[in-house]
């Protein structure tokens, strides 16, 4: 069981970049599937952004590549989601999410929104 908290949200402008973060409390060491999911208003959450903390694993939504990066730094316990040219449609409370197992398990439960440790959430609303 970890906690998640996350932190970098705010309203900019279309176009603009944020950078969110996710600190993860607890130990991750034997292996846990990251996510990023958000969800926008009469809207189902969606996965957005996945790694593993063992690396061997990457995902980026097809709605959000080549602008959104994910990334993670296993020292500080920190995933964080880069988003760039951000849009309209990108508006959405962000949540991190986490899930012990193998990399080979993180596309499943991405899909199948089977996270079971997951903070606050983020907002971010993006201005055209």
């Known amino acids: 069981q970890v906690q998640l908290a996350e932190s970098g949200g705010g309203s900019v402008q279309a176009g603009d970049h944020l950078t969110l973060s996710c600190k993860i409390i607890?130990?991750?060491?034997?292996?846990?599937?990251l996510a990023w999911f958000r969800q926008a208003p009469g809207k189902a959450r969606k996965g957005v952004a996945g790694?593993?903390?063992?690396?061997?694993?990457?995902y980026i939504d097809d709605s959000v590549k080549g602008r959104f990066i994910i990334s993670q730094d296993n020292a500080k316990n920190i995933m964080d989601l880069q988003m760039n040219n951000l849009k309209p449609e990108d508006s959405a409370m962000y949540y991190c999410?986490?899930?012990?197992?193998?990399?080979?398990?993180?596309?499943?439960?991405?899909?199948?929104?089977?996270?079971?440790?997951w903070g606050l959430g983020t907002q971010v609303t993006v201005l055209s």
């Open positions: 999410a986490a899930q012990p197992g193998a990399a080979t398990d993180c596309m499943p439960a991405i899909v199948r929104d089977e996270y079971k440790n």
């Open positions: 607890g130990d991750v060491s034997a292996g846990y599937c």
């Open positions: 790694i593993h903390t063992g690396g061997g694993m990457r």
